[in-house]
């Protein structure tokens, strides 16, 4: 029996939710709201989610849950066991989660107009208290976040080269390829996927996505191959 503990919106849900969906798992959704952190932090002390329940195990963080997956369900890989493509994964995997992802964080939660439009879908099911007092204190929560990373100090003019430049960066890597590593699905354009399919919640970043024809096809590629859920929220 897979869980799949969750929070809305997450970005980071994507690479687990489409791997288990390519390889035909069956698992359930649990989405945790943010007034539930005591509850989050039982289970990961780290606070973070997504985490893997498997048979009662947790796996906490979703890159060792994608590393655990595999392991446990090595049919239809998704992490190359050639050592310079598995090498490549990782790397494209973790420059989306620890770059990309402060790019969507910031754009969706803190700028004017994305803003509005995102906090409300990510606390609509917290209590009525909540869902007041959040979308007066994510933003400000979020902009401290990324100010410290460093990209919240920058105009929204040059997040969006910033931006650019990255979603380009996977257009020329998609020159004569179907897939970011090697020559079919991993998990390195699953983890990026899921940082795109984020930046396209951000108006301007969206505009960006759709400039560029061979990542929206590639896009349309992952949805494809990995969209059919198997999963029953919960
Ligand atoms: N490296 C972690 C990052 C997960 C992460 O940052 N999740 C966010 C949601 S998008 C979270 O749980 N934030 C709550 C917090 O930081 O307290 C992973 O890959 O799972």
Known sequence: ????????????????????NYKGIPYTEKYWLLGERKQVRAMNPVGKLPALEHDGKIVADSTDAAHYIEEQFPHSPMIPAEPDLRGQVHVFEDWADESLYFYEMHLRFTTPGNRERNIPRMVEHENRFLRWLLPRVIPGGIARITATQGIGRKSIDQLLIDVQRHVRAVDDLLTGADWLVGNRITLADLAVFGMFQALQDADMAADIITRFPRVCSWLQRIEQNTGTPTSQPS
């Open 1 to 20: 029996m897979l869980i799949l503990h969750q929070f809305h919106l997450s970005p980071y849900n994507q690479k687990l939710q489409r791997m288990l």
